[in-house]
């Protein structure tokens, strides 16, 4: 079970995206856990998942977030505009894919 936060300013939009992940991810028989949240609550869950996707808009927080993430090996990135833009669940289940079998 890979599991995931996905965090933007609310929660609102990468809730959207968190829903399609999962219904990428089941056609493809992957087993993911998506959880959308604001970027307020990263502490609450940062020690229970695997890979954090962080929205475009939040880039500038990008290198804290990774130095808060170091500690619980959790695998850091910001979602692509293109794909957070149409909320193509595809595309980031993609991306988190090429996230967490990329060799640290």
Same mark, same amino acid.
Do not use: Q, W
């Given at each position: 079970?890979?599991?995931?936060?996905?965090?933007?300013?609310?929660?609102?939009?990468?809730?959207?995206?968190?829903?399609?992940? %999962?219904?990428? !991810?089941?056609?493809?028989?992957?087993?993911?856990?998506?959880? !959308?949240?604001?970027?307020?609550?990263?502490?609450?869950?940062?020690?229970?998942?695997?890979?954090?996707?962080?929205?475009?808009?939040?880039?500038?927080?990008?290198?804290?977030?990774?130095? =808060?993430?170091?500690?619980?090996?959790?695998?850091?990135?910001?979602?692509?505009?293109?794909?957070? !833009?149409?909320?193509?669940?595809? =595309?980031?289940?993609?991306?988190?894919? %090429?996230?967490?079998?990329? =060799?640290?």
């Amino acid at each position: 079970m890979i599991r995931v936060l996905l965090v933007c300013g609310s929660g609102a939009s990468s809730g959207f995206m968190a829903a399609n992940i %999962r219904k990428a !991810a089941e056609k493809r028989g992957i087993e993911v856990s998506v959880e !959308a949240r604001s970027d307020s609550e990263i502490d609450d869950y940062i020690d229970s998942i695997d890979c954090l996707m962080i929205g475009p808009h939040l880039k500038y927080i990008e290198a804290e977030l990774r130095e =808060k993430a170091k500690p619980f090996n959790v695998r850091v990135a910001v979602m692509d505009p293109k794909y957070y !833009a149409t909320l193509d669940g595809e =595309k980031a289940l993609e991306h988190i894919m %090429r996230l967490i079998n990329e =060799k640290k």
